[in-house]
């Protein structure tokens, strides 16, 4: 499966001034899998080495960090000639050797015509290491997979032609929106984690079985992240961990009105109802990317920043399928659009999943008494407030409270309906699974 993080990394290549590159995200998006086609398709030959499945290797970074003394070492390790020119070297799980993660900072240095990848699964915890080569080193991140990528996982070239070439004046035949709309739900259910969508793709023929067998495998996952939470909490309490992030969707069930709600601390162990004593276990969540972060703020002004405060936040997970698989919906009831006030919730969920997969690095939400905007979306440094309405229905007292207030250029709804833009009126009504592609740009 193509993933559209290899563009980036193919501009890493080419920049003049390249340093080693760190790639994040959290464990089974698919970070081995990009750096070894980039390595095979960009490379005359890569090298790869796994810190977490080769030990021993940790020894070769013991004795000092000469770049050169390490690559002749690796290039016995290897048993084959590393071109340092030319190919490219790989280091996986890179947070279980912090010694290499200190040498990159030599490699720059002494070795910048090297070419050098490394990934990790929760790195976030362990960047704060004072050996942490600040400066030395270039970062991406990686996410599940979006929309657009499951879209091109399946071969559904044409669709993906149609929605990468709209502009603000076009209109979406309903036969293409009935069909996105299918692919959306489904997409609900598989969520973006390359190993889920990969079960799914090889047994599609029964959509049921597929989707049977996709859930099946979202829950071995999820046992897995449990592991790294009892393995990696350090001296956080795991058990606050774990209860945390399994009462996000038990959390967001509970409001009645379809829209998620701030979290609330209270009741999910027992004797603590104060942020400050979870503030750990959310730095935790949030370092290994579990979680998404949307700050609540009150007052609407750049820098958005400024005016959020620690203890006002919304947390969504950080892959809809695995909050599907999380909350126990049932395949049939995503499949039929039919799963109650829910819906607003995993309507949510999945735009923020979207905007980050764009590139958006904080979100931010509007409330103020009982009007709430779910995401406000920086446009060229206007402030552009976005409405997700998880059906038909799309009017909004809240949209119409903010523009009074604030004024936006325009506003966008994201719903259920087909594409409608209303340049005089300027009302943006865009599908849920257009989210990545927010906003469309004119072509002239």
């Known amino acids: 499966m193509k993933r559209f993080i290899l563009k980036q990394l193919r501009q890493w290549k080419q920049k003049k001034d390249r340093k080693p590159l760190i790639l994040k995200g959290v464990r089974q998006t698919g970070k081995t899998y990009a750096l070894k086609e980039f390595g095979g398709d960009d490379f005359p030959a890569f090298h790869y080495l796994n810190f977490e499945q080769n030990k021993k290797a940790s020894e070769l970074f013991k004795e000092d960090y000469d770049p050169k003394r390490i690559i002749n070492e690796l290039r016995f390790l290897f048993d084959k000639p ?3 020119k030319n190919d490219l070297l ?5 947070q279980e050797c912090p010694d290499a993660l200190t040498s990159l900072k030599y490699f720059a240095e002494q070795l910048p015509e090297l070419a050098i990848c490394c990934a990790g699964s929760l790195l976030g915890l362990h960047l704060g290491n ?5 400066g030395k080193v270039d970062l991406l991140h990686m996410h599940p997979m979006c929309f657009a990528e499951f879209l ?3 071969d559904d070239l044409k669709s993906l032609n149609v929605l990468n070439n709209l502009t603000p004046n076009d209109t979406l035949p309903n036969i293409i929106h009935d069909h996105l709309w299918q692919q959306f739900k489904i997409y609900l259910i598989t969520g973006g984690l390359p190993e889920v969508i990969q079960t799914f793709l090889e047994n599609k023929e029964d959509l049921h079985n597929a989707l049977t067998l996709a859930r ?3 829950t071995e996952l999820i046992y897995g992240y449990y592991a790294d939470i009892a393995k990696h909490s350090g001296k956080v309490n795991a058990m606050h961990i774990d209860r945390v992030w399994q009462a996000i969707p038990s959390q967001l069930a509970h409001a009645q009105d379809g829209s998620a709600k701030r979290f609330q601390f209270k009741g999910i162990i027992p004797g603590i ?3 400050q004593r979870l503030a750990s276990v959310f730095d935790w969540l949030i370092a290994a990317e579990l979680v998404i972060k949307v700050s609540v703020i009150e007052h609407v002004e750049l820098p958005l920043t400024a005016y959020t405060d620690e203890t006002r936040f919304k947390l969504y997970l950080f892959d ?3 909050l599907g698989a999380l909350a126990d919906l049932p395949l049939t009831a995503i499949l039929d659009y039919d799963y109650g006030t829910y819906k607003g919730y995993i309507a949510e969920n999945f735009v923020a999943q979207e905007l980050i997969a764009q590139g958006v690095l904080n979100l931010h939400s509007w409330q103020e008494d009982r009007s709430e905007i779910e ?3 920086l446009d060229h440094s206007k402030i552009i407030p976005i409405e997700v309405k998880s059906g038909w229905v799309t009017r909004s007292q809240s949209l119409n409270k903010y523009a009074e207030k604030y004024h936006p250029p325009y506003r966008t709804i994201l719903s259920a309906k087909n594409l409608h833009i209303d340049l005089e009126h300027n009302y943006h009504h865009y599908p849920l699974y257009m989210a990545y592609w927010f906003p469309l740009q004119s072509k002239f």
Do not use: C, H, M, N
Request: hydrophobic share 45%; glycine share 4%; net charge negative.
């Open 320 to 322: 809809i399928g695995i």
């Open 130 to 134: 004072t050996s942490f080569p600040v």
């Open 273 to 275: 109802d104060r942020y």
């Open 90 to 94: 790989i280091f996986d799980e890179i």
């Open 82 to 84: 590393i071109d340092i």
């Open 375 to 377: 995401f406000l979306y």
């Open 152 to 154: 091109e996982a399946q």
């Open 216 to 218: 099946k495998k979202q």
